[in-house]
């Protein structure tokens, strides 16, 4: 610590007051010396804090002030102690340093309120917003062709026909389930649940309980109002999980508006998921060091008929048109293990056209009537459609027919493949359902160790 004299030379305007009333004025004692230095004029020089904290830095333009207000702060800290105590000057300049130290503080603090805050979870995770499709402003808002007859097959593209395909796995299946039959005397359970009075629901219904009856595996339907409850739709699923001759447990999609999807799905148990919409399912979809218990029968469907029609994936360029958890999701996270090259189109993309015509595999599931196309696929790229929707047509016995998001009649003449709508990924969707709830089976009865 520094000697008083020292102090004194720092401040020459108050060493020569206190020489002067050292010199014995009348009347004036030790008191009033010191009363007279502190209240004297400061004369311009060094300032007390610099003395304790060395030469400060450059002060910036913006912490200029902030140093000027804490340096004030600190001398008057000093003044105000002296004039209080007559304690030493060492114990006067720890306490201007603590002065010092709190302004400090107080200024960091202000400044740290001023700072960038990291994002919250909710804003790093995304908006939640639906896809709704606008096709209005786009080309697929024109009417499709007319059909011809008169479209020379040899110069269209390959027709990939899901019909077949589903047979044969059909076949397959029903054959593995006499087996197990035979071998331990059940065989599978597929149990599915309905609520509302949709038209399409019940009609995918009936071909999923038509599929199980091909095969030879059991199925049961619990249909209930849609107005029924959560908590209804909840308890017709956990009897369904405590079932032991049930081993897949579905609830037919969309649920009514005032129902919450993911509680109902979730609901669902994970070695009775067959549908493939169970968290774990798709976490481990996602991790290529995992195997799910099952993946989404579309997605398994798209690429069964990819790969069942020669068509290599690795390193190409697919992109998949929409991301819903049924089929857009599973569906990029599948091809990626095939070391496909993925990109995903939705409803806020806003250049989709440009992306197709780069694709070497094209796959739609946005549920819009066509949407895709011809002028946004490349010659000679892979068409999966995915889509049904119903577009009306007098010509039809039901007033509509089902026809995909690709525009069919402009696209043959591009691509060098194409799945029809009807007749393409919807048979064989059906037949991955069947083939998720046999191997599902087959894990409980110890039969074997399928994969998905």
Known sequence: MAPVDDVRRLEP?????????????PGTGRKKQRNAALTSPRPKGPKVHQYLLGRPRAATASGQSASTEMGGAAVASLAATRRRSTLPVSSLLHRAARGLHEATAAAEEDKAR????????????????????????????REPPPRSSAVDCESTATIIDGKSIAEDIRLQISEEVRQMKNAVGHVPGLAVVLVGDRKDSQSYVRFKVKGCEEVGIKSLLAELPGNCTEDEVVDSVSRFNEDPSVHGVLVQLPLPQHMDEEKILNAISLDKDVDGFHPLNVGNLALRS???????????????????????????????????????????????????TVSVIHAFTSNPEEITRESDIVISAAGVANLVRGSWLKQGAVVIDVGTNPVEDPASDYGYRLTGDVCFEEAVTVASAITPVPGGVGPV????????????????????????
């Open 13 to 25: 305007g108050r060493a020569e007051v206190a020489a002067k009333g050292r010199g014995g004025e």
């Open 114 to 141: 001023t700072r960038r805050r990291r994002s919250s979870s909710t804003r790093l995770l995304g908006p939640d917003i639906s896809d709704t499709w606008d096709p209005a402003p786009r080309a697929a808002a």
């Open 290 to 340: 995992r195997k799910p218990l099952f993946v989404s029968c579309a997605a398994k469907a798209c690429l069964e008929l990819l790969l069942q029609s020669g068509i290599d994936l690795m390193g190409k360029h697919v992109t998949i048109i929409g991301r819903s958890k049924v089929v857009g999701l599973p569906t990029s996270l599948l091809l990626q293990r095939h070391h496909a």
């Open 429 to 452: 969707t059906i037949a991955m359902l069947l083939a998720n709830t046999l191997d599902s089976a087959k894990r409980v009865y110890g039969l074997s160790d399928p994969t998905p």
